[in-house]
């Protein structure tokens, strides 16, 4: 059965974007800042860690469109990616990645990204939102954070509209140059 991780990168005071996302569409004023990490060496090897372990992604329209499916000829990492919509929409195919839309909700997007998964991961992904709702349904069993060591005042709450407490139990954290990557098991 596939393990379901919520991985995201945020602020210290916990926003996911910066502020001003009308005048600075995608990751808001100074919010590039948040994924610093991920062009470092040690930030390479843990991201191809994560997806090396991962059978499938579920992402949101909104993500999505604002990276236009991360641009990439080849896909996104070579796996099923699922993106949670209001809006129909046929599958794009990148190279060995297919992007399928879903309608039913992150229940009906994380299911089917558990199906293909199998025994490998299933990596949520963007935004705030998605991860809410997955908290929220309880399907995380991971939650991983990366904290870049800044604070940004405003922007989108990683942790606005939970429902409720959440417990987590941490696990060993791991540093990189540009930030603290912190994982929990989740309930």
Not at 51 to 68: K, L, M, Q, W
Not at 172 to 181: G, K, L, M, V, Y
């Amino acid at each position: 059965m596939a393990v379901i991780e919520a991985n995201i990168s945020m602020s210290v005071d916990g926003f996911v974007t910066g502020p001003d996302l009308d005048e600075h569409p995608g990751l808001g004023a100074g919010g590039e800042a948040l994924h610093t990490w991920v062009w470092t060496e040690d930030g390479k090897a843990l991201l191809a860690d994560t997806f090396g372990a991962s059978g499938a992604v579920v992402t949101s329209r909104r993500v999505y469109d604002i990276t236009n499916g991360w641009e990439r000829d080849d896909g996104f990492y070579g796996m099923p990616v699922f993106v949670v919509t209001h809006r129909p929409h046929e599958p794009v195919t990148r190279g060995a990645t297919t992007f399928t839309f879903v309608t039913g909700g992150v229940e009906a997007a994380v299911s089917a990204a558990a199906a293909v998964a199998g025994e490998r991961r299933v990596h949520i992904m963007g935004g705030a939102s998605i991860v809410q709702q997955a908290l929220r349904a309880g399907l995380v069993d991971r939650l991983s954070l990366h904290v870049a060591p800044l604070l940004l005042g405003a922007g989108t709450p990683l942790f606005d509209h939970l429902g409720g407490p959440v417990a987590l139990t941490p696990l060993e954290p791991h540093h990189t140059a540009d930030a603290t990557h912190l994982t929990y098991l989740v309930g």
